[in-house]
């Protein structure tokens, strides 16, 4: 009877062993898939900081990933790792390095598309899937560059999905998941087990800075209709929305604002002339850069904080297409001014 239940346990681990093994095998297959459409990218920002011997230039650099998902040199990544950079370099599997440029972003669910300039012929890519199909509890992957490794897989589960709707800026959408992400992650794919990509990483939730299995990733449909379907024209500027309180203080002339942290050069924000922020400062625990324009309306509808405010603000942005032109209503220094420039 004893032989018998061990004869048994023999039997399960060898069947274990062998689904083990399966398994393992097709998720190499499905890495080999995708992997040559991953790429890597790097970031340079020019930044001016007023310190006690005057006003320094720094340069800032990043990283992060990315994922060609169309042969002509588009590829999608996280609008945090690209929206304030003054020169982006991709990195393919081969080694090659292009510069890119970015075409669409959209901050609140950090994702954003830039394309390839001067892409190499017969670019792989890989194919967006269908996230509304991806179930809580199966088996994704995620590649990217963890540290500046490039190109680590990293295996885990989706954990959950994490929805918000009717906010100013449409139906935001994250996946959740357990697959170790870390800094150099973002923008990287969230792939099934056919190799579709059905998120872009964005962030992680965590005590010690690392992974601790809470990881993020903006939904493949969200993605698609934000920058594919309905794409909106890259500002290229960041900025800290205002409270009636920080509007009055900072002389704002209105009860709500936008103050332009960063504008990126060659964006339709350098082109209008905005001036970033400059004197680092510290509000309510954040980081802030003080000293540059206050936004107060864009092709006349006012910057208000509230949530009608700031839909009725998006939609008319979204209405901008390249060759209209944009006038921005500013307070620069206490005084009212207005700048306009062409879309390209």
Not at 55 to 65: A, K, P
Not at 204 to 227: V, Y
């Amino acid at each position: 009877m004893r032989l018998k239940h061990l004869c048994s346990g023999l039997l399960c681990v060898l069947l274990l062993g062998n689904g083990c093994a399966t398994q393992s095998q097709d998720l190499s297959r499905a890495f080999e898939k995708v992997d040559p459409a991953v790429v890597v990218i790097t970031t340079q920002a020019e930044r001016e900081t007023l310190t006690r011997k005057g006003i320094q230039t720094t340069q800032e650099g990043g990283l992060g990933s990315g994922v060609i998902i169309d042969p002509q040199g588009l590829v999608m990544t996280a609008a945090h790792v690209v929206d304030t950079a003054d020169d982006i370099v991709v990195m393919l599997r081969d080694g090659r390095e292009r510069p890119a440029q970015v075409v669409a972003s959209s901050g609140m669910s950090d994702i954003a598309l830039i394309r390839i300039i001067d892409p190499p012929e017969q670019l792989p890519s890989a194919p967006l899937g269908d996230s509304d199909k991806a179930r809580t509890g199966e088996q994704v992957f995620v590649i990217g560059s963890p540290y500046g490794l490039t190109h680590t897989m990293t295996v885990g589960y989706l954990s959950g999905r994490r929805l918000t709707e009717g906010t100013p800026f449409g139906d935001i959408e994250f996946l959740q998941t357990d697959a170790a992400i870390n800094k150099g992650n973002s923008g990287g794919p969230l792939l099934n087990m056919k190799g579709e990509v059905i998120g872009i990483v964005s962030h992680i939730s965590s005590q010690s800075g690392g992974s601790e299995g809470l990881g993020f990733a903006a939904s493949a449909n969200m993605a698609r209709r934000m920058l594919l379907d309905e794409p909106s024209v890259w500002l290229g500027a960041s900025y800290m929305l205002l409270n009636e309180e920080l509007a009055d203080a900072l002389n704002a002339g209105q009860s709500s604002g936008m103050l332009v942290q960063t504008v990126t050069e060659g964006s339709i924000s350098d082109r209008l002339g905005l001036k970033p922020g400059y004197i680092p400062a510290e509000i309510g625990g954040a980081a802030v850069m003080l000293g540059g324009d206050i936004i107060t309306a864009i092709n006349g509808t006012p910057v208000v904080g509230t949530d009608a405010g700031l839909s009725q603000l998006y939609r008319t942005y979204r209405r901008v297409k390249p060759g209209d032109r944009v006038t921005v209503s500013i307070v620069r220094r206490g005084k009212t001014l207005e700048l306009n420039a062409l879309v390209e």
